[in-house]
């Protein structure tokens, strides 16, 4: 039997990331609009852009996607046709929506031909997680559900027999929430920025510390108990991953019935009551999801469209997402096993450490990244993007030191490359052994059929 080949998916929060994710292997991007996404910041996509894009777009025989997916307060609602009018207008391939006040404003606006017919993604924002609700969305007239992060691949796949006719999407890889998909009030709680409004600030991976507490015998709130100064988390993770239970069943040490009270690094004496259950302390920030290693799974499942999240993310992240699911998606279509180095290639992106998420059912603590809320890399590291070659010099706009010795993996559409960099030169033609990091442009040794390529260095093993 052949196996179809899912759509990849891939984020743009610029028509440079566009491109390179077309460049790379995605057959279609999603864009939003800033104040009808939940990207306001970091978000070139204006109308402007967005026409371009869509017409970039079509004329390489892919698709564009528009994101138009907050959950609008009346100010919002009371703006919207007009906004997004002139966006239908343009004729993108689809919607990406989550608000069913909107959808039912859009979908009578085209069923009463004010608007041309474009069609409408169900945002990952609506939280579906059963067949039943996919059928009532079809119902509609919506024509894909993009699933909940929150559902393992034997969900999908029941979803998938009981909803064969609806185009059905699943996220593979990039950041995880610590609430129902994007449903997160942490942000808006401690500095009025409201993620479903699309200004999060990430509160999730702040530094936080836990305090213990009393319960006060009148009121029954948690007070605050002045903690040992000598207090370390990662000693007392240790401890309790031998004590507490984690899922399966097992008998619960009674300290996790206790509740405690969480104080972020930033915001001293603001302590806020948590409890801590089988399944682990919420308020903190998500391992990242990485699924490439499922992807053969998802294709034999028969999901439409893979994607990947990350629209705030580097142009090296869009083209090394794409090229390493394209690979995964090609291969799986093929029936060739899956290649464990595509796992290496994603360990050189900044992340947060990997996790399958709820794909698969794993102990609690996999979820959580208790030890570090920022980003850190592996296998090798972004140092430079290839603007120009000429004469078998290459110019490099540095965004990361590197030096002459050191290994380079040249990331071009057409293949990576290896190359031990044995020669650097400034613009004005010096030799230099050191690019120290941006802002700087260097030239380097290479042919030219890497013009646009990006460079990696390989960290030692």
């Known amino acids: 039997m052949s196996l179809k080949s899912p759509e990849l998916l891939l984020p743009a929060g610029s028509l440079d990331k566009m491109r390179a994710a077309y460049d790379f292997g995605a057959d279609a991007i999603y864009a939003g609009q800033p104040r009808y996404s939940l990207r306001a910041r970091n978000n070139e996509f204006k109308l402007e852009q967005i026409q371009i894009g869509i017409a970039e777009a079509h004329a390489r025989g892919k698709k564009f996607f528009v994101t138009s997916n907050l959950l609008p307060h009346n100010d919002k609602v009371r703006t919207y046709l007009r906004d997004i009018e002139p966006v239908i207008a343009l004729q993108p391939d689809g919607l990406i929506m989550a608000d069913p006040g909107l959808i039912m404003m859009v979908r009578e606006g085209m069923d009463k031909g004010n608007f041309a017919d474009v069609p409408i993604h169900l945002s990952v924002q609506a939280n579906t997680v059963n067949y039943a609700a996919v059928k009532f969305w079809q119902k509609v007239g919506v024509k894909r559900i993009i699933l909940s992060r929150e559902l393992s691949l034997d969900e999908i796949e029941k979803i998938r027999q009981e909803c064969p006719d609806m185009e059905l999407e699943v996220f593979v890889h990039g950041a995880l929430c610590i609430a129902y998909s994007g449903r997160c009030l942490l942000s808006g709680y401690f500095n009025r920025r409201d993620p479903n409004q699309g200004t999060c600030t990430n509160a999730c991976r702040w530094n936080y ?7 006060d015998p009148n009121t029954g709130e948690a007070i605050a108990v002045k903690m040992d100064a000598g207090f370390n988390f990662n000693e007392a993770q240790q401890e309790a991953e031998s004590s ?6 097992s008998q619960r040490h009674p300290e996790a019935d206790k509740v405690y009270l969480l104080e972020e690094a930033g915001r001293p004496g603001q ?4 409890m801590e259950d089988e399944h682990g302390t919420y308020i903190m920030n998500s391992k990242d999801l990485r699924a490439v290693e499922h992807v053969e799974r998802l294709v ?11 629209r705030t993310k580097s142009l090296y992240y869009v083209a090394r997402t794409a090229q390493t699911y394209r690979r995964a998606i090609d291969d799986a279509v093929a029936g060739r096993p899956f290649n464990p180095h595509l796992i290496t ?7 947060r450490g990997f996790t399958s998420g709820f794909l698969e059912r794993r102990p609690s603590q996999d979820y959580q990244n208790y030890e570090t809320g920022h980003s850190d890399i592996g296998h090798s590291h972004f140092v430079g993007e290839v603007r120009g070659v000429s004469d078998g010099w290459a110019e490099v706009e540095v965004k990361n030191k590197f030096l002459v010795g050191d290994q380079i993996e040249v990331i071009h559409p057409s293949g990576n490359h290896v190359v031990t960099l044995e020669a650097m030169r400034s613009l004005d033609g010096e030799s230099i052994t050191v690019a120290p990091g941006s802002p700087l442009q260097v030239r380097i040794p290479l042919e030219a059929r890497y013009e646009g390529a990006l460079l990696a260095r390989l960290l030692p093993a």
């Open 209 to 215: 510390s836990t305090q213990p507490s009393a319960v």
């Open 345 to 351: 290639e994603l360990e050189g992106l900044a992340n």
């Open 244 to 249: 507490f239970a984690a899922c399966g069943g």
């Open 271 to 274: 302590l806020l009551p948590i």
């Open 300 to 310: 034999k499942i028969g999901v439409d469209s893979l994607k990947i999240e990350g």
